[in-house]
């Protein structure tokens, strides 16, 4: 059965203090692991696509890395602003994405 | 700008009632989605449009639909609202380099 699990569910951490989120799935085929940012009240927003194990992507202080069983998102020297929930989705079809349960990051100042 | 908008933003209905949740996109993609999300369960795909007239069931259907009349618009019609539609419904639209969400519709049913 396909499946996705994130861990932690909830993770603080004071402003600066480095650490990394985790994505691990079971499916067959995967097509592209996704990671969104969810703030209270709104729709995901997409942060990245990876396609392959040993790719990684970057944006500001986040890094997304893939292998064949896992995805992490590595956030360095955080700030109040990256607050949020980050969920992470794989593509098992053509559109066919299983979501996993968020970890909720909240960054003391 | 392109964007997805949903309404309402929020909705109180009663047990047994019809309800419809509006999704209108601008972005011209074909493929449109609705998800809930609920605590411990995270997104789960509730129906799934590849394009105009097209419709198809995701894991957990029963008790909504959806009509694709024009490429902008998937309405959500709950046919009649019970308690455990209570949740937070999403809807989104892609192209071939993942989603974009709209804002999400908090429903209630009492």
């Known amino acids: 059965e396909d499946q996705v699990t994130q861990s932690p569910e909830a993770l603080r951490l004071q402003e600066g203090e480095s650490s990394s989120l985790n994505c691990s799935y079971t499916v067959s085929g995967l097509r592209g692991l996704f990671w969104y940012r969810q703030d209270p009240g709104k729709g995901p927003e997409f942060l990245f696509t990876l396609y392959s194990a040993g790719e990684e992507k970057e944006k500001e202080r986040l890094k997304a890395t893939l292998t064949k069983k896992e995805s992490f998102l590595h956030i360095t020297a955080p700030k109040p602003e990256d607050s949020a929930t980050y969920l992470c989705?794989?593509?098992?079809?053509?559109?066919?994405?299983?979501f996993g349960t968020g970890t909720r990051l909240k960054v003391l100042a | 700008d392109a964007e997805i908008t949903q309404s309402p933003r929020h909705k109180i209905t009663e047990t047994g009632r019809q309800v419809t949740l509006a999704c209108h996109q601008t972005?011209?993609?074909?493929?449109m989605f609705w998800y809930r999300q609920d605590l411990g369960h995270g997104l789960r795909l509730i129906h799934y449009s590849y394009g105009v007239q097209d419709t198809n069931k995701g894991e957990v259907s029963d008790g909504y639909s959806v009509s694709r009349s024009n490429t902008e618009d998937l309405p959500l019609t709950l046919e009649s609202a019970a308690s455990s539609q209570t949740s937070v419904y999403f809807c989104a639209s892609s192209d071939d380099y993942g989603y974009t969400f709209g804002s999400g519709t908090r429903l209630t049913v009492v």
């Open positions: 972005w011209n993609h074909n493929n």
């Open positions: 989705a794989v593509q098992a079809g053509t559109y066919k994405y299983i």
